[in-house]
């Protein structure tokens, strides 16, 4: 039994390795020159693996069709990969919500014990090739027409990613050989993604992104943002960033995931998420006895590189603040508790993780194999799964192409 796997990222990685441990032969198409490319840059070049959550916590953070996960998650457990690892001389340390990482934080160590496991089961690994199309013949695979010609196996994997990150090799150009196949794809949408910030919205007029000036790198914390979609709302409490044109930090990249296909959003952010507006409001008056002018007070309610720009949306800012009205103070309370962002997300290319691809249910959950060419399986992010934040995504590749592999070597 010849099995070709095409990515070796670590969906494609896993199952390659794990159809070898199975008893075939196993061949390991890679277009770059390395494996594991977007493994590297995960985490902060620290790649987080896994996350230690219970099965019910994990399944929880899954956005897109988690159910279809189920199986493969249960074949090969966070636990599983923890195991993996260390078993194979990479210590790993359990971090802030579960996250996992290698003891020395550094992505090269999984990426190195990935690619001497291919070593040891023997699978031959090509990199530097890309695969063009399927060579199809009554309904089945027989090869793959690629830049160094043709491959000829008996069951194939497609493991190629999505379309995030496109110069780690996940350009979506297994999308078109998925659909070579007679696959639906559901349209490809950023996920854990920055939003672009096109306008701030205060009681008093509308900002463009060029007129705010958001205060770049400023970190808030313990704060709540909420996204406004298509008759919907979500809030996230935690924290988050402004960048040069957006907002960007755990809490937009959560949102970011539910809203992807939303037709218009609105972000409100919340500075004082402890506070509701009564509260909030006496809180004022005890600060506005004096004749400082509002500016000047404003550090005391916000971090102060955010005061100042704060002050710049209030038209009232250099009043002193025992003459600032009620009706101002409400208007002043409403942008501390509401105030509004016009965005939009990140192009797909700088998104972490893509959502959308091959539909989950033209795929067999309990195998990964295509129920539409009976020798194609499929493994990672190049299916119609998503999730948050937090070592997830990089499971859910391990988990799928773990299913993948050891099926595809028992077709």
Known sequence: MRVVVIGAGPAGSMAALTAAANGAEVILLERNEKIGRKLYISGKGRCNVTNSADFADFTDKIVTNPKFVFGALKAFSNSDTEKFFTDRGVPLKTERGGRVFPVSDKASD??????????????????????????????????????????????????????????????????????????????????LSAFAVTSVKTPYRVFGLNESGLPTGVSLKNITLTASFDGKRRSEFGEALFTDDGISGPVALTLSSYVNRAKKVALFLDFKPALDEKTLDARLLREFVSNKRLKNVLPALLPQSVAAWYAKLLPFSEKPCNSVTKEERKNLIAALKNLEFVAVLKPIEEAIVTSGGVKTSEIDPKTMRSKITENLYFAGEIIDVDALTGGYNIQIALSTGYLAGKNAAEN
């Open 110 to 191: 999984i990426v190195d014990a990935l690619f001497l496991e291919l070593k040891k089961r023997g699978v031959v690994l090509k990199t530097g090739v890309k695969v063009d199309n399927f060579v199809m013949e009554n309904g089945k695979i027989t090869a793959l027409a690629t830049s160094a010609g043709k491959f000829f196996g008996d069951v194939f994997v497609l493991a190629t990613g999505g379309k995030s990150y496109p110069g780690t090799g996940s350009d979506g150009s297994g999308y078109a050989l998925a659909q070579c196949a007679g696959h639906t794809i559901i349209e490809p949408k950023p996920a």
